[in-house]
């Protein structure tokens, strides 16, 4: 446990990624030294948690704010068979990620975090940052369901053969979010197989490499996931294949691993190049699960 300056506790909660700040108040001004200490914070342990933060869509807006420019997702764009990602007509960068139905339609993305996957990466500009405020969370005889689990892919990436080092520099990747739509729509039904008009109307792929070098800790990192990545680029498609699978079983083991156990009121910030994400769907789907969400827009890859 450490207390700093600005009188917030730090509690770690995971072996290296994945620590809690207790006793902010985002509502109010935060000096530029308390951000500071949460900035730091963050980069340190990839996963963190600010608990007790009841706030409304603004007040995540504005807080996501102060981390660089906000991203306005895809999913506005597009439309699945019950649901009409809404985003907010007066916060246009946040969307909802939840199982509740408003008006018969599902407000907000339900199938988010279905494989392991860092966020945005199908974009040219991926998010640096995603924070997601925890809003109502699946309870049942009080237990809570629903954690989120991330993968310390920089843990991954250090526990690599050097052999196997040695053969993923330089590599390119595909990250295709054309991919992840029509893969979704076979294993879970829940969006409409689009055809080669509306394809187009999304993100073309992104060329990333396969190992990114932290753009503030150093910190080399997998930068391939499961999600969205279908094509090592400059080697025979089975080859390829071989290679993905190979490193997506590598990234999920245990040892990697941290899970976050919601609380109501969570705000949750992760690192999408220190760590990817998978969410839980261990509850009934009668049990509400809402929350918020912000991307915040990194540098461009080089
Ligand atoms: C996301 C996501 C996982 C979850 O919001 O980007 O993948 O557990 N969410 O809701
Ligand atoms: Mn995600």
Redesign the pocket.
């Known amino acids: 446990m450490l207390t700093t300056d600005s009188g917030f506790t730090i509690n770690t909660l995971g072996a290296k990624v994945g620590a809690e700040i207790i006793g902010a108040d985002l509502r109010k001004h935060l000096s530029a030294a308390a951000f500071a200490e949460i900035e730091d914070t963050f980069y340190r342990y990839s996963v963190v948690v600010i608990r007790d933060q009841e706030l409304t869509t603004k007040e995540l807006v504005e807080f996501s704010r102060l981390f660089g420019t906000l991203q306005i997702n895809v999913r506005s764009k597009t439309k699945t068979k019950d649901a009409d990602i809404r985003i907010m007509p007066d916060e246009q960068e946040a969307i909802y990620?939840s199982n509740v139905k408003k008006d018969g339609k599902f407000m907000g993305?339900t199938d988010?975090?279905r494989y392991w996957?860092s966020?945005l990466c199908y974009e040219q500009i991926p998010s640096k940052m995603?924070l997601?405020h925890a809003i109502e969370i699946p309870e049942k005889n009080g237990v809570v369901y629903?954690?989120?689990?991330f993968a310390d892919v920089a843990a991954a990436y250090d526990a690599l053969s050097r052999t196997m080092k040695n053969r993923l520099e330089g590599l390119v990747a595909a990250n295709s979010f054309r991919h992840m739509w029509q893969r979704k729509a076979d294993d879970f039904g829940t969006r409409m197989k689009l055809g080669d008009e509306e394809l187009a109307k999304l993100p073309e792929d992104a060329i990333h490499p396969v190992v990114r070098v932290h753009p503030v800790t150093g910190q080399k990192c997998i930068y391939i996931c499961d999600g969205y990545t279908n094509r090592i680029l400059g080697m025979p498609e089975d080859e390829s294949d071989q290679l993905l699978s190979e490193l997506f079983a590598h990234m999920a083991k245990r040892e990697f691993r941290y899970q976050?156990e919601?609380s109501l009121n969570d705000l949750l910030m992760w690192d999408n190049c220190a760590v990817q994400?998978?969410?839980?769907f261990d509850y009934d789907p009668s049990l509400r699960?809402l929350?918020q969400?912000c991307?915040v827009m990194g540098d461009a890859i080089t």
């Not at 994400?277 to 839980?280: E, R, S, T």
């Open positions: 990620i993305s988010a975090g996957h966020d995603t997601l629903g954690a989120t689990k976050h919601w994400h998978k969410a839980n699960r929350m969400r991307t």
